[in-house]
């Protein structure tokens, strides 16, 4: 229908990531079809608990077009987090789009901590200790898989 907005004017290319523990980027590009003065809007909603809110720190292009969000103090819940984005235009109606993730499907860790090497000349080799990366939500060290490489100097 009309209502639902002019075709092709939706975000394509909506992306998240979470890093640093607590902090969020997610990213868009403008619809195809989109009208050049499309101004573009992030809702999201974390948990039930939470009301939808607005993106509190947009990233704009060039032109001032709003491509992005920086959200800081994200908790990742277990369900999933629901996210919208609409748009408006002085032309036409504009298409919203809209996707759930679970957020912990996205988190990019940090490297492990206290990375040490003890390596003896004899046939003992090497032994590598660390700690788990820093993370708001797994609980046991047990969950990580590491992967370790070694070049020979």
Known sequence: SLLAGMNGSA???FSCVIYNICL???TWQ???AAPADTQYFLYWQNSRDDGEMECELYIKDENGQNVGCRFQNVRIEINKAYFMVNGSSKDSLIQFYDEYIALYRIEIFTAPLNI???CTGDSAGCIITWNPPLTSH???AECFQYEI?????
Do not use: L, P, Y
Not at 149 to 153: C, P, R, T
């Open 149 to 153: 490489s070694i070049q020979n100097k």
């Open 30 to 32: 403008a619809g195809r």
């Open 138 to 140: 797994v609980k046991k």
């Open 116 to 118: 040490t090497a003890h």
């Open 24 to 26: 969020m980027n997610c």
């Open 11 to 13: 975000i394509e290319n």
